[in-house]
């Protein structure tokens, strides 16, 4: 089958290849044949060698399509089942699972390290343990979380991941307060569904930062009451807050930079909230005086900090009710051949996701 294959971390281009093996069916597991998967930042950051992913490998992780066939003791699901591909499933056994804290169970990890696919050249992972730049894909039965007929391939996978972090990040996480000010830094996909999140929550003013017009113009569309470029964040501190500070900044971007900016545009009290995904090396820094005198809750939020299933359904009742706009979100469809075109556009910094159409 086909799939689009990067051959070594820090490599910018992906091959894509016809040579592909799903691998590893078997009890409890089940195999989908994939229709459509977004093409998100964190795919990038793990080509770049930003998170860890070891080489090669498929990326990948925001997918939706069929269930082809289901192993053994698999209940719940049958071959021809729409499905969205969740990457960090919930063993429901963990002490995090068990403290319903479902997003930090570890049990997805357990197989990163286990190839998904296999070339005659040898082993090819799949990026979190998913892969979905593939026709088909193997995944443990808890990847594979059905849909309703009416919810189209391409939405579902953006559910799958960024639209679920960044709601999760407003609701779950921050627990944005209606009336409350909220700055928003990093408008991808990511921080647009964080945006649309503060609005659902009852965000008065809700500012946009990044230094892309176009993701800029975008954020207005999405709920922001205004957007800016970096270097006009502190001016629209001054005029939103009286300089006070936002009750609310996020951080959607995943750079110790940008984190300490957002800390320091975040009002006394405030909350800071990290939602983009760095790296192992890039550290974030307060003085402990500061930490205490400020008293700013600084909360990272994980697959937006809550149940990711409970999350998969709020995302599609809100998205029935026009409550949150998934459909212009995807504003580039390719065709597997053109990953490489869409990955420069993601570079750029225009596009707010990408749905690569298999």
């Not at 189209?152 to 990040?169: H, M, S, Y």
């Not at 009451?225 to 629209?236: K, S």
Request: proline share 4%; with cysteine.
């Amino acid at each position: 089958m086909r799939a689009a294959v990067l051959h070594e971390t820090g490599q910018e281009k992906l091959e894509v290849l016809d040579d592909v093996e799903a691998v590893g069916f078997g009890p409890g597991k089940v195999r989908l044949r994939i229709r459509a998967t977004g093409l998100c930042h964190s795919d990038v950051s793990a080509m770049s060698g930003i998170l860890p992913q070891p080489a090669p490998f498929v990326p990948g992780h925001e997918g939706a399509g069929e269930v082809i066939d289901v192993g053994d003791g698999v209940s719940g699901l049958s071959s021809g089942d729409r499905v969205l591909v969740c990457w960090l499933p919930a063993c429901g056994a963990c002490p995090s699972c068990k403290r319903g804290q479902t997003q930090l169970c570890l049990a997805g990890f357990m197989n990163a390290g286990t190839p998904n696919f296999k070339r005659p050249g040898g082993d090819v992972f799949g990026f979190a343990g998913t892969g979905t730049f593939t026709e088909e894909v193997v995944v443990g039965a808890g990847c594979a979380v059905p849909i309703p007929d009416d919810v189209p391939f391409e939405i579902a996978a953006l559910i799958g991941c960024g639209v679920t972090t960044g709601l999760g990040a407003a609701i779950n996480t921050a627990e944005v307060e209606a009336g409350s000010s909220v700055a928003v830094i990093g408008c991808g996909g990511v921080g647009i569904s964080t945006i649309q999140g503060a609005r659902v929550q009852g965000a008065a003013q809700i500012v946009a930062v990044d230094p892309v017009a176009p993701r800029r113009e975008a954020a207005l569309r999405f709920g922001a009451t205004e957007a800016v470029a970096p270097e006009g964040l502190a001016d629209a501190k001054q005029r939103v807050t009286g300089g006070e500070g936002f009750d609310y900044v996020f951080e959607v971007v995943g750079k110790s930079a940008t984190a300490r900016t957002a800390y320091e545009h975040t009002r006394r009290g405030g909350t800071l909230c990290v939602v983009g995904a760095g790296a192992t090396d890039d550290h974030f820094q307060v003085n402990m005086f500061e930490l205490f005198f400020d008293e700013k809750r600084i909360l990272p939020s994980m697959y937006g900090g809550g149940d990711v299933l409970r999350s998969y359904e709020r995302a599609i009742a809100l998205w029935r009710a026009g409550r949150i706009d998934l459909e212009s979100m995807i504003t580039h469809r390719v065709r597997l051949e053109e990953v490489n075109d869409a990955l420069d556009q993601m570079r750029t910094g225009e596009s707010l996701r990408t749905c690569i159409e298999l």
